[in-house]
């Protein structure tokens, strides 16, 4: 087992590390503050190959993985978690399964596109009726001559209303009782017809990432933007979500880590009682445990990028990083808040900005007790 990472993958950490520091972390408080999105980040983020990880070479990305990914997102995610999200969603959640599943027309049509982030991406999965649920779905698509017709709506659409392509999840087989077995992905411009987005949310955290909802009125798809095969749909968004969730267990510790930076910093300005509060017993303990449980939530993360980088099975290994990796965060942020005392509940401190944007980690892409179902059923089967 080697620890050690490469050189190139321990330059794509400093690259991230320095953009994320320098450029990335100075303008979280006001994106989050203003709900703008970081379209300025992203567009930086491009320019260093950062959209194109999960596309190969061929198709204008760098084809370097999942390892390289993560240890990118990190570095982002700990100075701002509206940019680290964007990106992951662009990478694993889009640029991915297009990279798995397209046929080389589609590759050809939009992977570079994505790969340099010149088009944003989204995938949609979530309605409003079914979201653990997801193969509850009623999103329906019709054929009709070189065109598949697609009626619903969706919601919590991550990057939704920027995106020019979407991967769209419906039902092309009406029967609603065959629930997985139903369901198609599909390639949708924002420009084709009967496409609509709808109202952006007001959320508690991660503010300056866009999360839409979407409206498909007779929208128009060309049968040539079926992704995969026809009724072949819920693997693709349950194999893209398995590389997601590795994503966003990388953003809770990015967060969690922020946390822990802020918090060891603190604990050695601050006095109380005529020491340094770093001095007492009561905040080293949660430094050590905040440590612990966000390096031990690391190396699952690393685990399961490498599995799904070398195509060996990892659902149940990136279902554990995400559970791990957001429970550490959530309690690291919670500590984190103490640690500071009052001031950490105050918007001027970066602590209040994490205590919200953490949360989220253990809702999207599957919730916390979703992940729990995921493993406990690769242990029982
Ligand atoms: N990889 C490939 N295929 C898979 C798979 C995986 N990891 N998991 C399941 N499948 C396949 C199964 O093999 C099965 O196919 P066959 O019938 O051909 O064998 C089919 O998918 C159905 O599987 P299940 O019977 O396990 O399906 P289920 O209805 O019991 O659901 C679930 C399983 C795990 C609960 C799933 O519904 C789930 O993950 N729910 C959570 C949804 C979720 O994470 N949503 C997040 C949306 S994106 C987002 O959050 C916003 C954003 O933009 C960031």
Known sequence: MDFDLSEDLKMIRETARKVADEEIAPRAAALDEGKIFPAESMKKLAELGFCGFLAPEKYGGSGLGNLALVLALEEVNRACASTGVTLSVQNSLVASPLNRFGNEDQKQRYLPKLARGEWLGAYSLTEPG????????????????????????????????????????????????????????????????GFR???????????????ASLFLEDCRVPAANLLG???????????????????????AVGIGQ???????????????????????????????????????????????????????????EAAMAKLAASTAANRAAKE?????????????FPVERYFRD???????????????LVIARHLLR
Request: charged content about 25%; aromatic content about 8%.
């Open 130 to 193: 079914s979201g653990s649920d997801a193969a509850a779905l009623i999103t329906s698509a019709r054929r009709d001559g070189d065109f598949w017709v697609l009626n619903g709506s969706k919601n919590f659409v991550t990057t939704g209303s920027y995106a020019d392509l979407l991967i769209i999840f419906a039902r092309t087989n009406p029967d609603a009782s065959l629930k997985a077995k139903g369901v198609s992905a599909f390639l949708v411009e924002k420009t084709f017809p």
């Open 336 to 348: 984190a808040v103490q640690i500071h005392g009052g001031v950490g509940y105050l918007r001027e």
């Open 358 to 372: 953490v949360r989220i980690t253990e809702l999207y892409e599957g919730t916390t007790e979703i992940q729990h």
């Open 258 to 316: 922020a946390c822990l930076d802020a918090s060891v910093k603190y604990s050695k300005e601050r006095k109380q009682f005529g020491k340094l509060i770093g001095e007492f017993e009561a905040i080293q303990w949660k430094l050590a445990e905040m440590a612990t449980e966000l390096d031990a939530a690391r190396l699952l993360i690393y685990r399961a990028a490498l599995l799904r980088d070398r195509g060996l099975p990892h659902t149940k």
């Open 229 to 251: 095969q026809e009724g072949k749909g819920f693997t693709i968004a349950m194999d893209t979500l398995d590389g997601g969730r590795i994503g966003i267990a990388t953003q």
């Open 197 to 211: 987005v709808g109202k952006a949310e007001d959320k508690c955290g991660i503010r300056g990432s866009d999360t």
